[in-house]
């Protein structure tokens, strides 16, 4: 049972690239979500999925943007990186109320 | 505001031993406080979710207590193990069901 699983592990990019986050669950859940983690700081949500074909905004959403391809994947893009952007990026499911399950993270560096 | 303050900010004890973790809150209304592990380098994984009218909850060597009516909660880890060494974070969903994060704990257990 894979749970969450995140692609890439590691990414490095120069200011104004793009990229793309992949996450896929394979436990069926309808919520997912995009949480950035920066040091002295609690995770943050970006973006989140209810369900499949709906998105909405967190508390840091500026400088992203997220699509639920189907209920098994969401992805995360930035569309022209920020070193402010440099950050660990989380993905998780779960179902509401219950206890969220995390991937096992992104560490993005904007240069 | 909505908000989630966890003492200390860091923790050094030695293998073996008990310490106590500490979560205060001040998110209102309250419907449940979340534990989470995280592994250096890995997602969150949940430990225990206790809900209003739990005072204590146990999950093998962690306890996890509450108290509503001073909004505090405290984790305690009986008997310490190399493995233990991680952040805990203290997790509460809000009035719109997002989750506040805690800023976390780090403990390092040493032999």
């Known amino acids: 049972n894979a749970g969450v699983t995140q692609t890439p592990k590691f990414q490095v990019l120069k200011t104004g690239q793009s990229m793309t986050l992949q996450c896929a669950q394979d436990?069926?859940?309808?919520?997912m979500y995009w949480y950035r983690q920066d040091p002295g700081m609690g995770l943050r949500l970006i973006y989140y999925?209810?369900?499949?074909?709906?998105?909405d905004k967190g508390e840091v959403p500026n400088g992203y943007n997220v699509s639920r391809l189907n209920k098994r994947e969401f992805s995360l893009r930035l569309e022209s990186a920020a070193p402010s952007q440099t950050s660990v990026y989380f993905c998780?499911?779960?179902?509401?109320?219950?206890?969220?399950?995390f991937g096992s993270g992104t560490q993005l560096s904007v240069l | 505001k909505n908000q989630v303050e966890q003492s200390p900010q860091s923790l050094i004890i030695l293998e073996g031993k008990n310490c106590t973790l500490q979560?205060?809150?001040?998110?209102?209304?309250?419907?449940?406080l979340r534990w989470y592990k995280q592994d250096t380098g890995r997602g969150p994984v949940s430990l225990t979710i206790?809900?209003?009218?739990?005072n204590t909850k146990s999950n093998g060597r962690y306890t996890a207590t509450l108290d509503a009516d001073t909004k505090q909660s405290s984790l305690h880890i009986t008997a310490s193990q190399l493995s233990d060494s991680a952040s805990y974070i203290c997790?509460?969903?809000?009035?719109?069901?997002?989750?506040?994060f805690g800023t976390g704990t780090r403990l390092q257990v040493f032999p």
């Open positions: 997790v509460i969903p809000s009035n719109t069901d997002k989750l506040i």
């Open positions: 979560c205060n809150y001040t998110v209102s209304p309250f419907s449940n």
């Open positions: 998780a499911s779960g179902r509401f109320n219950e206890k969220l399950f």
């Open positions: 206790m809900t209003f009218s739990e």
């Open positions: 999925s209810a369900s499949e074909g709906t998105t």
């Open positions: 436990m069926n859940h309808n919520s």
